[in-house]
């Protein structure tokens, strides 16, 4: 932690010298938001004042007005408006993202997470399709991000009532063996996807 502040004291510093670097400005904007994220219930206490409107401001001018950190911003503020509930512009931001990087994970994941919290059932299954068939590609694979993107392609059919196909992908879920130093991250996903399995077979 003692080495985060000293890094955050050097970006304000530079800042104050020159306040037109504005690659400084994502790493100082990512710190106020997420930390003011992270301790949002304890702003009544003093030294926890509510900075993420802030943050999310001199990312927006990282985005804006960086040389080097242009992208890096757009998909930070893509994860930033997902956790504010401000899904549209975080599928903006990333579908600005697409445009560019068709390809990107960097904007296909938060494509798909704010696609499926706004509802949007059906472009969310082509979104983590197209992760799924690229995380399958890969040469190294624990598998644990192909786990994942099952289990959201079996919530995503479950809500758009596709039964059969919710099933194929959540008993993936649980069939699919992981790498041992990754087994332990996944061990809520088996078990929402069990629940998921058991709910389905119910309505059958």
């Not at 400005?25 to 992270?38: A, M």
């Not at 059932?121 to 082509?126: G, H, M, Q």
């Not at 699919?176 to 998921?196: C, G, H, S």
Request: negative net charge; contains cysteine.
């Amino acid at each position: 932690m003692r080495q985060v502040t000293k890094a955050i004291h050097m970006l304000e510093n530079v800042l104050e010298k020159d306040s037109t670097y504005y690659d400084a400005y994502l790493g100082l904007g990512s710190y106020k938001y997420w930390r003011s994220y992270l301790t949002r219930h304890f702003t009544w206490l003093p030294f926890f004042s509510d900075q993420r409107e802030e943050g999310i401001h001199l990312i927006q001018q990282a985005y804006e007005h960086s040389r080097f950190s242009k992208w890096a911003a757009l998909s930070n503020l893509a994860w930033i408006y997902i956790q504010e509930e401000r899904f549209e512009e975080a599928i903006e931001c990333a579908e600005t993202g697409l445009t560019h990087f068709p390809e990107s994970r960097f904007f296909l994941w938060p494509h798909g997470d704010a696609l499926y919290h706004h509802g949007n059932y059906e472009n969310a299954l082509d979104t983590y399709s197209k992760l799924l068939s690229s995380v399958i590609a890969e040469e190294i694979n624990n598998h644990y991000n192909e786990i994942v993107l099952h289990l959201k392609l079996a919530q995503c059919h479950f809500h758009l009532q596709n039964t059969i196909l919710a099933q194929r992908h959540a008993r993936r879920v649980l069939e699919i063996d992981a790498e041992p130093n990754v087994e332990k991250r996944l061990k809520d996903k088996r078990r929402d996807a069990a629940t998921l399995l058991a709910n389905l077979n119910q309505q059958d």
